[in-house]
Each structure stands twice: as C-alpha cells, then as structure tokens.
C-alpha cells in the first residue's frame, strides 16, 4: 500500500527547490530566497525532515574528475521471474562493486542497472568478473551515456502551479 503524500504548501515546495539545487545552503540564504524567517525556514525544513519528505543531504560529485567518467546502463532480462531467482539476481547485483543502481522494471527487460567505470577497457573487465557472474542472466543489453542532458533536479512537474 503506497504511504499518501504529505500537504505541501507552495513555500513548501519553494524550500524543496532550493534545497535540491544546493543541500548545503544556509538558513539565512533560504530565507532570503523565499523571503521568510530563518526561524519559519528552519521550522519547516525540520519539519518535512521529520515527516520523511526530506531524506538526507548529500555532496554532488564530479565523477570524471574522480577517474569514472563512463557511466553505463545495463537492461537486463532473467530467464524466470518466479520470486527465488528475482532474490537470486538481487542479492548477486548488490555484491557487485561497480553497480551504482539498479532497478526492478516492467516491460521487456527485468532490471537496469548503472555501473560506473574508468573506461571502456574497464568496463569489460566490469562485464567479464562481475556482471557476467550474475544468476539468471539470459540477455544484458549495454548503453553507453555520452553526456548528461538533464542533470538530477526536483522535477518542474512536481511542483504546484502558480496561480
């Protein structure tokens, strides 16, 4: 059963906006972005913290500054999709050290997962020790990212329109 969201106001969602451009910015800065309190800010921020809307912080890393710049989406079909070989796959994929995310799917493919690599070289080193020891496997269909479009974000989508 899916949990219902919470009632988010539209300073709310301004909050979420500015705090997922930049999860470090201060109380003060908040503020004069919404043009609230610091104090109404922060009482609403610890709020959604505490209501699990907001889940954590995290810092934003330059993966190619860091030497893994080949980012690599694997669609990935099992031969069963009985429960045993979907906890099979699922606690083989979690072991695997390249494996940044991976997801069940519906349609044509079962799974798919990111991995991160130096290279292509890598990634067949990727492939042959880690990937190709997964159970169940009967098909991986490999993509490579060639360049980031839309960078993660609080989808537009999302927020309330303006009236």
Not at 22 to 35: D, K, M, P
Not at 38 to 45: C, D, L, N, S, Y
Not at 94 to 115: E, F, I, K, Q
């Amino acid at each position: 059963m899916q949990e219902s969201p919470p009632s988010l106001d539209a300073l709310d969602w301004q909050l979420l906006a500015e705090l997922s451009r930049n999860g470090r910015i201060t109380q003060n800065a908040l503020s004069e972005a919404i043009g609230r309190s610091p104090t109404a800010i922060a009482r609403r921020q610890a709020a959604m913290e505490e209501a699990g809307v907001i889940v954590g912080y995290e810092a934003k890393l330059d993966l190619r500054r860091l030497g893994h710049g080949t980012i690599v989406h694997i669609k990935i079909a099992l031969g069963s999709q009985r429960a045993e070989a979907l906890e099979a796959f699922e606690r083989a994929v979690a072991d695997c050290p390249s494996v940044v995310r991976c997801d069940l799917m519906s349609g044509t493919d079962d799974y798919l997962v990111t991995v991160l690599a130096r290279s292509l070289d890598h990634f067949a080193e990727i492939h042959r020790a880690e990937l190709s020891h997964l159970p169940g496997v009967v098909r991986m269909e490999s993509g490579f990212v060639l360049r980031e479009v839309v960078k993660p974000r609080l989808p537009p989508a999302l927020m309330p329109m303006k009236r």
